[in-house]
Nanobody, 113 residues
Framework: QVHLEESEGGLVQPGGSLRLSCYAS????????MAWYRQAPGKERVLVASISRSGATEYADAVKGRFTISRDNALSTVHLQMNSLKPEDTAVYYCSLPALNAWGQGTQVTVSS
């Protein structure tokens, strides 16, 4: 059974940066698409970014130009580099393997001064 483990989030000031990582175990990582979702308080979970096994990326409009998703197949890891963070980016961020409906435990990112 696949296991997804996210790195710790944190508290960041507006305009700051944070990098999230997600390690996937018990899976042939290089052949699967990966994604990051987020869920803000009182709102539905939404897609933030995705990356295909070939490296093609897609982003939600709200994060285009600020967030970058990448993958390291040798380390079975997907990253989410978040720059120019805004208070509205505050949410619990989840790593996902959509094909298997697999999810990480979620990590809190808070953007506040």
């Amino acid at each position: 059974q696949v296991h997804l483990e996210e790195s710790e989030g944190g508290l960041v000031q507006p305009g700051g940066s944070l990098r999230l990582s997600c390690y996937a175990s018990r899976i042939m990582f290089e052949v699967v698409d990966m994604a990051w979702y987020r869920q803000a308080p009182g709102k539905e979970r939404v897609l933030v970014a995705s990356i295909s096994r070939s490296g093609a990326t897609e982003y939600a409009d709200a994060v285009k130009g600020r967030f970058t998703i990448s993958r390291d197949n040798a380390l079975s890891t997907v990253h989410l580099q978040m720059n120019s963070l805004k208070p509205e980016d505050t949410a619990v961020y989840y790593c996902s393997l959509p094909a298997l409906n697999a999810w990480g435990q979620g990590t809190q990112v808070t953007v506040s001064s």
